[in-house]
């Protein structure tokens, strides 16, 4: 489904260069949740900006479908077959907008006629397992957890193959974290979606990846099935990384119970 072949980002930092991204290779197939780990300034959210062509490649190409999405031919409609998931639900979701109106925005966008609109809601609002008698409240009036489901909801509005959570649940709590993981568990068991989670939390990524792959400084060192990763890890870096346990500082591991 998605091909990552060769792809390497560069910046220019006054006279310096800096690779972000250094000749990374690897897919996503489809009913796939691949894991991308690694420490802050790895290249994982760099990675996510290109997948979703919010910035360009210096070199290297990415593929979906098989077509080059960089160059892609006029009929190919890319973002609404990827959508992305952001940390902060508080920054992606327009405070004056209602959930009723966030969720539709990317089918007004897209010039999607809502002929069943209120049964495209009802099962959008399912789907996510938020009450329909939230579409009319504002972000504000909602709690974190609400608010990352309102996100979810939107970026399965197009009915996309491919999901990018970017830290999609670092700002919220343990307990809602967990909701939110068993909710892209789901998603990805019951529709079919492929996921594409970019995470510091290792307990996360052994509770629902297929594969792992492990960034560091911009490449990307170790991809195995899940499994293989945690049991044996080749590199002294995915070593230590196990060893701590998770990465994110301060902040306690725990077991992630997820219901097949």
Avoid: W
Avoid at 110 to 127: A, G, W
Avoid at 149 to 157: D, G, N, Q, T, W
């Amino acid at each position: 489904m998605l091909q990552v072949s060769q792809v390497s980002k560069l910046y220019k930092h006054r006279r310096k260069t800096i690779t972000a991204i250094n000749h990374i290779d690897f897919t996503v197939n489809k009913g796939e949740i691949i894991a991308l780990v690694g420490e802050s300034g790895s290249g994982k959210s760099t990675l996510a900006r290109l997948i979703m062509t919010l910035e360009k490649p210096n070199k290297g190409s990415i593929y979906f479908n098989e077509i080059n999405i960089f160059h892609p031919p006029k009929a190919f409609d890319y973002h609404r077959k990827v959508q992305m998931i952001f940390q902060n639900p508080d920054r992606s979701l327009n405070p004056r907008m209602t959930v009723e109106e966030l969720i539709f925005e990317p089918l007004v966008i897209n010039r999607i006629p809502l002929e069943s609109k209120r049964n495209k809601l009802l099962n959008l609002m399912e789907i996510v397992k938020l009450p329909i008698s939230l579409t009319k409240r504002h972000p504000s009036e909602l709690s974190g957890g609400q608010k990352q489901r309102v996100a979810i909801a939107r970026s399965l509005a197009l009915q996309p193959q491919l999901l990018v959570a970017d830290e999609a649940t670092s700002s919220l709590d343990a307990i809602t974290e967990n909701q939110i993981i068993h909710l892209l568990r789901s998603l990805n068991k019951e529709i079919g979606i492929s996921i594409l989670l970019i995470t510091h939390d290792l307990d996360i990524v052994r509770s629902i990846s297929d594969r792992v792959g492990v960034m560091q400084q911009g490449r990307l060192i170790e991809m195995k099935r899940t499994n293989n990763l945690f049991n044996d890890p080749k590199e002294a870096y995915t070593k230590e990384l196990l060893d701590a346990g998770i990465c994110v500082p301060f902040k306690r591991c725990r077991e992630f119970i997820v219901n097949d």
